[in-house]
C-alpha cells in the first residue's frame, strides 16, 4: 500500500499561482508515472498533468502554457505548478501514482479554489 499525501492547495485570486505537492511513501524513483487530475462540482474527474518514469510529461489542452508537473525523487513528491490560475480551475485536485503490475493510487485531494 502506498499513502499520497497533497498539499498546497487553498484560496487564490484570478490570475495568481499555486504550487501542489503530493509526497508518496514509497519511493517514486521506478514508478511507472504521477499524475495530477482534478474534479470540480458536478463534473468527472480529468487529468491535469502527467509525468511518466522516463520523464515525459502530458498536460491537458486548459492547463498547457500555465501549469508545470515536475518530481523531485529525493523527497518521492511530484509538485504541480499552477500560474495564471483562472475561476474554472477550481477543483479538488487530486495526485494519482502508477506503479508496476497495474498497481495505482489516489491521495485524499486538495481543494483549489480560484475567485475572480
Known amino acids: 500500500q502506498v499513502q499520497l499525501v497533497e498539499s498546497g492547495g487553498g484560496p487564490v485570486q484570478a490570475g495568481g499561482s499555486l504550487r501542489l505537492s503530493c509526497e508518496a511513501s514509497?519511493?517514486?524513483?521506478?514508478?511507472?508515472?504521477m499524475g495530477w487530475y482534478r474534479q470540480a462540482p458536478g463534473k468527472q474527474r480529468e487529468l491535469v498533468a502527467f509525468?511518466?518514469?522516463?520523464?515525459?510529461?502530458t498536460y491537458a489542452d486548459s492547463a498547457k502554457g500555465r501549469f508545470t508537473i515536475s518530481r523531485d525523487f529525493a523527497e518521492n513528491t511530484v509538485y504541480l505548478q499552477m500560474n495564471g490560475l483562472k475561476p474554472e480551475d477550481t477543483a479538488v485536485y487530486y495526485c494519482?501514482?502508477?506503479?508496476?503490475?497495474?498497481?495505482?493510487?489516489w491521495g485524499q485531494g486538495t481543494q483549489v479554489t480560484v475567485s475572480s
Open positions: 509525468i511518466t518514469s522516463g520523464g515525459t510529461t
Open positions: 494519482r501514482a502508477e506503479y508496476s503490475r497495474g498497481a495505482a493510487y
Open positions: 514509497r519511493s517514486i524513483f521506478s514508478i511507472n508515472g
